[in-house]
């Protein structure tokens, strides 16, 4: 070789070691600079992976997530912990699963105080942090605020019967507060948290997304969402020094393993969720990563790009050497669980481990499925395969060492009965109730013991004065709860209504003998005091009353009945201060003691209009529909308030609502007899056929 050709390949070998030594050394600070830009972590409740282009679905455009898939790193096989929100969202926020944060529904639990949450975490490294959501299961008092310095929760009730796992508020508002929150920032050094509840059901998309499946719909909506989010960003030049994290908490059934909706299994449809990256700058932009990953690992990411201490107590791992192509990540099966069944019937709670090629579902019959030959879990393989099987359960329980005895019922033999229960639910919502009730009185009668069921069938019938029915309902759970006083109280007021006074006073007298603690026997002194009071009976009424106030000072039922006992004597302006004193002590507790002083508001709403205080009668009247919105007395006396203040619409309304929220008989007569009142004898006199129509023949 002539020196010349090897003083040239030389001086190229010399120049490209200097291009590989800065690109090494750029690599190296790139990898050590903490993340100084927003850190945004975006959740779209219920959202399949499979629905979604990112992942190969061809039925519904998504341009704003496709976009984000483009400039970051999509994650293939992310996974769940549970199907569903609350406990979802815990694991996501604290990187720790189910069985360690306690959190295992959505309902009757919550994250413990103290529970460190990564929010937290990241104001200790001087991050400004807020987080606002969509949904009713994700409100502050479920614990999952610990941690942030801003929290909007916000919620509009779309219905009075909609169930509390389906209150929410419309993405567009809370990505509205998200937009308002980061604007007043000072220091790009942010972390929001925000929640979406589209595609939750029901699914209800706008109109322009009608073309879609309405499920598919709702997620061309959430995408246009995320698009405004991410338009904002680059409006304030945030898009680039943002690290954005899109996820969903679970999927959706949608009919697989026929399931509709989410929470009873957890196979693939309701615990693969899509998981995507967009690092700061488009680092890594357009990778795929087929390792299986999961919720808890985001807390360590998080934490590692902001170069934060990692707790020890965390179960994930950081995905930082994947993020940034410096390693690989060790083999993690991923622990999820589904506690519906056994926190709502009473049945098993199923429990899986998700490994690279295997699923193994811990049950009273157990399961195995080959992910790679099966995707869609149609084969149980758990006899074929016995070693594989053992040696998945063996390593689940070695992780949740369990020696409770579970129930012997396995959800996969009941999966009818609730899907039964959630058609019911959703006959309720859409005010279908009479076959709402025909359902769930046919789920009872072949499957007795399900409590929730009852308590479901008790609450429609009450809410359309089927109250016999709803007794029948609140008796079985007597049965079925001996030691809890709570139906018995339910069935005295429900027995007030039907004007059987005297077994209402023996029920609430039992409900008071095995109450343990003072709010309850509160309670069931309340309701006596108003039995009293239909009894005519003072002395008798002041008598529990003064007992409620024994066992809990804050139940205002003492000046309630003084003021019910002035009122039903028509003294009108005397029964008022005493009313006064019972609201303001009652604002201080709401809700508490309901059945005692349930018609409160009414009650001085009345009072009120009989001494032509209008304003004030409307403000109480509205306090009394925004606590009962089924409440017809109430509804009438806001209509009659209407009338004498000469706003004909309103009333007009006001008796329309009426039948609409309440299509009881009663309701029909005040809602005619507001139409006479509005000298329109036509419309009042065709309610009065309606009703005549609707409530001929027996009812139970």
């Known amino acids: 070789m002539s020196r010349p050709f090897r003083f040239t390949i030389i001086i190229l070998l010399a120049a490209l070691g200097t291009v590989l030594a800065a690109f090494s050394g750029w690599r190296f600070a790139r990898a050590s600079a903490p993340v100084n830009g927003p850190i945004i972590l975006i959740s779209i409740d219920t959202l399949r992976a499979d629905h979604l282009p990112a992942y190969g679905y061809r039925k519904v455009k998504t341009p704003a997530i496709d976009a984000l898939a483009t400039d970051g790193i999509v994650f293939e096989r992310a996974y769940a912990h549970a199907p569903q929100t609350l406990p979802a969202h815990a694991s996501i926020l604290s990187g720790r699963l189910p069985f360690e944060t306690g959190v295992r529904d959505n309902l009757g639990f919550v994250v413990k105080a103290g529970e460190r949450l990564l929010p937290q975490m990241l104001r200790d490294r001087g991050f400004a942090t807020g987080g606002v959501v969509s949904a009713y299961v994700l409100r502050k008092e479920t614990g999952i605020a610990q941690g942030f310095e801003f929290f909007d929760a916000g919620m509009i009730q779309a219905s009075p019967d909609a169930s509390v796992e389906r209150l929410k508020r419309d993405g567009t508002e809370s990505e509205a507060v998200a937009e308002r929150w980061l ?95 967009k690092q700061a700058g488009g680092a890594g932009a357009g990778r795929r990563i087929a390792d299986v990953v999961q919720h808890v690992d985001l807390v360590p990411t998080i934490l590692d790009l902001a170069k934060a201490p990692i707790p020890g107590n965390l179960r994930g791992r950081s995905l930082t050497p994947i993020l940034d192509g410096s390693g690989t990540l060790r083999e993690q099966a991923v622990y999820s669980e589904a506690w519906y069944a056994r926190t709502h019937f009473g049945w098993s709670e199923l429990k899986t481990l998700t490994a690279r090629r295997h699923r193994y579902i811990k049950a009273p019959a157990e399961e195995l499925y080959d992910l790679e030959r099966d995707p869609d879990e149609r084969k149980n393989i758990a006899a074929a395969q016995p070693e594989e099987r053992q040696t998945l359960r063996t390593a689940l329980d070695a992780m949740i060492p369990d020696t409770r005895p579970e129930s012997r019922i396995d959800p996969k033999d009941k999966r009818e009965v ?123 009424a002041r008598h529990e009353a003064e007992l409620a106030l024994e066992a809990d000072p804050h139940l205002p039922v003492a000046a309630y009945v003084e003021g019910r006992l ?28 309901a059945e005692a002083i349930e018609d409160l508001y009414f009650y001085a709403g009345d009072a009120l209009t009989r001494l032509e205080r209008f304003s004030e009668a409307e403000f109480a009247f509205e306090e009394q529909l925004r606590a009962v919105p089924h409440h017809a007395r109430a509804r009438a006396g806001l209509a009659m308030v209407y009338v004498r203040t000469g706003r004909t619409d309103e009333a007009e309304d006001a008796a329309t609502d009426m039948i609409r929220l309440s299509p009881t008989a009663d309701a029909y007569a005040l809602a005619a007899r507001i139409w006479r009142a509005l000298g329109k004898p036509r419309q009042a006199e065709t309610l009065r056929a309606e009703a005549r129509k609707t409530f001929a023949g027996p009812r139970r």
């Open 183 to 277: 604007d007043q920032q000072r220091s790009q050094r942010v972390f929001l948290f925000l929640h979406l509840y589209e595609p939750h059901r029901p699914y209800a998309p706008p109109a322009p997304y009608a073309q879609y499946d309405p499920y598919d719909g709702e997620i061309a909506y959430v995408d246009t969402i995320i698009g405004r989010l991410v338009d904002h960003l680059k409006t304030q030049q945030l898009y680039d020094r943002s690290t954005i994290i899109l996820l969903s908490d679970h999927g959706e059934g949608l009919g697989d393993h026929v399931e509709q909706e989410h929470g009873l299994f957890v196979y693939d449809e309701t615990i693969h969720v899509p998981l995507i990256i």
């Open 418 to 540: 609730v899907e039964k229960y959630r058609t019911a639910i959703d006959l309720a919502e859409a005010r279908n109730w009479a076959q709402a009730i025909e359902l769930l009185e046919g789920i009872v009668r072949d499957e007795p013991q399900l409590i929730e069921v009852w308590q479901q069938l008790a609450r429609i019938a009450t809410r359309v004065d089927r109250f016999a029915t709803a007794l029948d309902a609140y008796r079985h759970l007597a049965e079925l709860m001996p030691t809890d006083p709570a139906p018995l109280l339910s069935a005295s007021a429900t027995l007030i209504r039907l004007n059987k006074l005297e077994e209402a006073r023996l029920q609430a007298q039992s409900s008071a003998d095995i109450a343990t603690d003072g709010p309850m026997r509160a309670r069931a002194h309340g309701l006596l005091a108003r039995i009293a009071l239909a009894h005519r009976d003072p002395d008798g």
């Open 566 to 593: 002035l009122y039903d004597h028509g003294r009108f302006s005397e029964a008022m201060p005493h009313f006064e004193e019972a609201i303001t002590a009652w604002a201080k507790t709401p809700g508490a003691g």
